[in-house]
């Protein structure tokens, strides 16, 4: 070949390689087969879940042309939606919001799909940069007995003690707690001494005309966040562990049949909390975990007991919060021999809380939720979304540069959930958590309002327990 026609083969060769068109990344490419698909999801509004609605949702229609709608409501709503719509079959949605609690349930209902079997079956599906591996420990609650995947974690944190920086730090605060108490001013570790701060902070509020409180408490007289916050956040601390029902004694609750549900320890725990909500800011009668947050960020509490996803804006988005580099973070108060059990593994310190997103069987749309569902999951998106909302699902996240710089802002947190989480814990693997729940709630209730006495409710609520477990067909 001579030296021109050389030139005018490379000329040719470039010429055809120019005309072809690029390769498409990934998700340009798997997107493809789904154009004009929409997915819909429903998930409760909380800083994690507006972070896909307006963030994660429109980078992920950019990428792959799937149009992705989230619907974001209340807690109650978001359950009664998603589960009604898997039982009816209706496939009004694509992604539904797990919460820890409630995975048990939906998994021995068949409601979901399973997320590593489909990527095994279909590797079409399986975005490269996708790897259940990657995910922290907390993942393991969204596996079923076969160790696959039935939901993708979106959010994983802990429900910790925030104090005021400034109130503890404050000279004249000080001095005036040494002088009423004899002692120094630190965040507690004892309930005994949670109770000594709160009650001076309320008086001392009082006395200066300060609008301060002593503690926050999550008591909502008709909600089912005051349930959660006595069993899963305040009860363990006193050493009652999985709401006092022993599945090793035919699931037991009642102190009777080996439960511990109306256990001395347990009404103590009650007794203590109600006697926080009773010097607690006037709103906490009708707080959930959205109006405890609020109320911290407002400055209206010296200390209190405050979800994990809140945090970050608590501490450090003064658009909305007036605390803002003013809070600090510890672990919560405990009784002797709780932390013992903690680090053996009989028991827990709180409550490790969190969600997944999962898909439906009932969808219509099971494959392109798939691949939105990877997208959520990879490293790469995991940053950003842990300095907006304070969650990590992933491993790496904690060693990005802006996790980092957030953990200095935030007290430590991401340092707490790296190396304490394992102190936590999620609820208990029950498929009845929500039955029980209901069957109990409105007597826990009538115990807030005052209609019962609290030793007496919680013998109440043991007794009902048992019942619903017998009609349910777990006590045999």
Same mark, same amino acid.
């Given at each position: 070949?001579?030296?021109?026609?050389?030139?005018?083969?490379?000329?040719?060769?470039?010429?055809?390689?120019?005309?072809?068109?690029?390769?498409?990344?990934?998700?340009?490419?798997?997107?493809?087969?789904?154009?004009?698909?929409? %997915?819909?999801?429903?998930?409760?509004?909380?800083?994690?879940?507006?972070?896909?609605?307006?963030?994660?949702?429109?980078? !992920?229609?950019?990428?792959?042309?799937?149009?992705?709608?989230?619907?974001?409501?209340?807690?109650?709503?978001?359950?009664?939606?998603?589960?009604?719509?898997?039982?009816?079959?209706?496939?009004?949605?694509?992604?539904?919001?797990?919460?820890?609690?409630?995975?048990?349930?939906?998994?021995?209902?068949?409601?979901?799909?399973?997320?590593?079997?489909?990527?095994?079956?279909?590797?079409?599906?399986?975005?490269?940069?996708?790897?259940?591996?990657?995910?922290?420990?907390?993942?393991?609650?969204?596996?079923?007995?076969?160790?696959?995947?039935?939901?993708?974690?979106?959010?994983?944190?802990?429900?910790?003690?925030?104090?005021?920086?400034?109130?503890?730090?404050?000279?004249?605060?000080?001095?005036?707690?040494?002088?009423?108490?004899?002692?120094?001013?630190?965040?507690?570790?004892?309930?005994?001494?949670?109770?000594?701060?709160?009650? !001076?902070?309320?008086?001392?509020?009082?006395?200066?005309?300060?609008?301060?409180?002593?503690?926050?408490?999550?008591?909502?007289?008709?909600?089912?966040?005051?349930?959660?916050?006595? !069993?899963?956040?305040?009860?363990?601390?006193?050493?009652?562990?999985?709401?006092?029902?022993?599945?090793?004694?035919?699931?037991?609750?009642?102190?009777?049949?080996?439960?511990?549900?109306?256990?001395?320890?347990?009404?103590?725990?009650?007794?203590?909390?109600?006697?926080?909500?009773?010097?607690?800011?006037?709103?906490?009668?009708?707080?959930?975990?959205?109006?405890?947050?609020?109320?911290?960020?407002?400055?209206?509490?010296?200390?209190?007991?405050?979800?994990?996803?809140?945090?970050?804006?608590?501490?450090?988005?003064?658009?909305?919060?007036?605390?803002?580099?003013?809070?600090?973070?510890?672990?919560?108060? %405990?009784?002797?021999?709780?932390?013992?059990?903690?680090?053996?593994?009989?028991?827990?310190?709180?409550?490790?809380?969190?969600?997944?997103?999962?898909?439906?069987?009932?969808?219509?749309?099971?494959?392109?939720?798939?691949?939105?569902?990877?997208?959520?999951?990879?490293?790469?998106?995991?940053?950003?979304?842990?300095?907006?909302?304070?969650?990590?699902?992933?491993?790496?996240?904690?060693?990005?540069?802006?996790?980092?710089?957030?953990?200095?802002?935030?007290?430590?947190?991401?340092?707490?959930?790296?190396?304490?989480?394992? %102190?936590?814990?999620?609820?208990?693997?029950?498929?009845?958590?929500?039955?029980?729940?209901?069957?109990?709630?409105?007597?826990?209730?009538?115990? %807030?309002?005052?209609?019962?006495?609290?030793?007496?409710?919680?013998?109440?609520?043991?007794?009902?327990?048992?019942?619903?477990?017998?009609?349910?067909?777990?006590?045999?």
């Amino acid at each position: 070949m001579t030296f021109m026609s050389k030139v005018s083969a490379i000329a040719l060769t470039i010429g055809i390689v120019s005309a072809s068109p690029a390769w498409a990344d990934f998700w340009s490419d798997a997107g493809a087969k789904f154009k004009g698909v929409t %997915l819909h999801g429903v998930t409760e509004s909380t800083p994690p879940s507006n972070y896909i609605k307006d963030v994660l949702a429109p980078e !992920f229609e950019k990428k792959t042309g799937i149009k992705v709608e989230i619907e974001t409501t209340s807690w109650d709503q978001m359950y009664d939606k998603g589960i009604k719509d898997m039982e009816a079959g209706t496939g009004i949605y694509d992604m539904v919001y797990i919460e820890q609690d409630i995975i048990y349930a939906y998994l021995a209902r068949n409601f979901l799909v399973d997320i590593t079997g489909t990527l095994k079956s279909d590797p079409s599906l399986k975005a490269p940069t996708f790897d259940e591996a990657k995910f922290t420990t907390f993942a393991d609650y969204f596996k079923g007995a076969n160790g696959d995947l039935y939901g993708v974690p979106m959010e994983a944190f802990l429900k910790l003690y925030l104090y005021r920086l400034d109130l503890f730090n404050d000279p004249k605060v000080k001095d005036a707690f040494k002088k009423k108490t004899g002692k120094d001013l630190k965040p507690a570790t004892t309930h005994e001494e949670y109770t000594e701060i709160a009650e !001076f902070f309320t008086q001392w509020g009082k006395d200066s005309g300060e609008k301060i409180w002593g503690s926050t408490a999550q008591a909502h007289t008709g909600h089912p966040a005051s349930w959660y916050e006595y !069993f899963e956040s305040v009860a363990p601390t006193f050493g009652v562990y999985n709401w006092g029902i022993d599945a090793s004694k035919n699931y037991a609750a009642t102190v009777a049949n080996g439960g511990t549900m109306n256990s001395d320890k347990a009404k103590a725990a009650l007794k203590w909390w109600l006697h926080l909500r009773d010097i607690a800011p006037p709103e906490s009668p009708q707080s959930t975990w959205t109006e405890v947050a609020t109320t911290f960020a407002a400055g209206r509490a010296a200390q209190g007991l405050v979800y994990g996803e809140n945090a970050a804006w608590i501490a450090s988005d003064a658009t909305k919060s007036k605390v803002t580099g003013k809070v600090g973070i510890a672990l919560p108060p %405990l009784s002797q021999g709780v932390m013992a059990d903690a680090e053996s593994g009989k028991g827990y310190i709180g409550y490790y809380d969190g969600g997944a997103f999962g898909v439906p069987v009932t969808s219509k749309n099971k494959e392109a939720a798939v691949l939105f569902l990877q997208y959520i999951g990879q490293d790469e998106v995991q940053p950003k979304w842990a300095v907006a909302a304070p969650r990590i699902t992933n491993k790496a996240t904690y060693d990005s540069p802006e996790v980092k710089e957030m953990n200095g802002k935030l007290g430590g947190y991401y340092d707490m959930l790296r190396d304490q989480g394992k %102190l936590f814990a999620g609820a208990p693997p029950y498929p009845f958590h929500a039955q029980v729940r209901e069957a109990t709630a409105p007597i826990f209730y009538d115990i %807030l309002t005052g209609k019962i006495a609290p030793d007496a409710g919680l013998d109440a609520m043991a007794e009902k327990a048992e019942q619903e477990l017998k009609t349910l067909g777990y006590r045999k």
